[in-house]
């Protein structure tokens, strides 16, 4: 029987019940993400959200949205019950959090304000939050909005003391750089950055320093000498850190069982031991690896189980 065949009864009937499955359904896929994101498992994949982007296809807002209130439910059991009854749902979740973030506020203060907000429009949370919070106004996220293969447009809220500090860098270099753009200017402060800071040009320069110091000293050491000491201890020093960059590369080396492929993440690396520490494995670079944040716990998921709730700290 096609829709317009429903009797009035039957059409307000059946329509309640799409609501009803439709926030069964959210509440059921919240669960399952919170669960992923707990054990880590998102494959070769360095994030829950690059995972639920490539692999499923969802927008990374809406990835990101679904990411942010899994956890949320972690930390908040009783949202379940408000997603329930249709009384929370994501742009809430996302208007509290997000307050919640610029006020630094405790979770008990945070769940006080899901309670105060529970079952509201969002225009009227809105309102709620500015009474409460007048100092804290919703600011838009950072937007890339793809032009063509090479070019992209970002949009992003600056407040007067980084357009003072932007401007006054332009400044300086108005005799070398006159006329810079904004976009030009990020790419200058990015480029110095990322030479003065990224481990593998602290790499290169270290290795450039110890060819240096062989070719003015007759006694040439090993190249391995001053890692002698470091096996005794948990954290790897400096030396051994560039050289684990140097041979590995700064990204992140796991790779996959099931799908086979390499994360290759370069976003908060970790070193990891690849026998644990905790287990007898011995700071020495062939027993080092770089992981992403999330693959290390994975790792440690899988080696200690729920005694890894060390490495899943709230997020």
Known sequence: MTISKLSDEELISGFKDLIFDERE???????????????????????LRSYLVSEHGMEEWQAERK????????RFPRLEMQIQSGKMNLTLLELAQGCAHREKLSDTDLSDLFEKISGMSTRAAKREIAVLYPESMVIPRDRIHPLNEELSEIRFVANQELLEKLDEIRGLLAHSHPGVTFAELIDLLATEYRERHHPEEKAKRAEARQHSKQNQSETVDKPTAHFSNTEEKRTASAA?????????GYQCSYVDPVTGKPCLSKYGLQIDHKKAWSCGGKTKLSNLRYLCQNHHARVSFLQFGERSKYYFKRP
């Open 67 to 74: 990411t942010r209130a899994a956890r949320l439910l972690i």
């Open 25 to 47: 359904k959210l509440l059921l896929q919240l669960q399952h993400l919170a669960e992923l994101d707990r054990r880590k498992l998102f494959f070769h994949y360095p994030s």
């Open 240 to 248: 051994l850190v560039n050289e684990l960059t140097r041979t590995e």
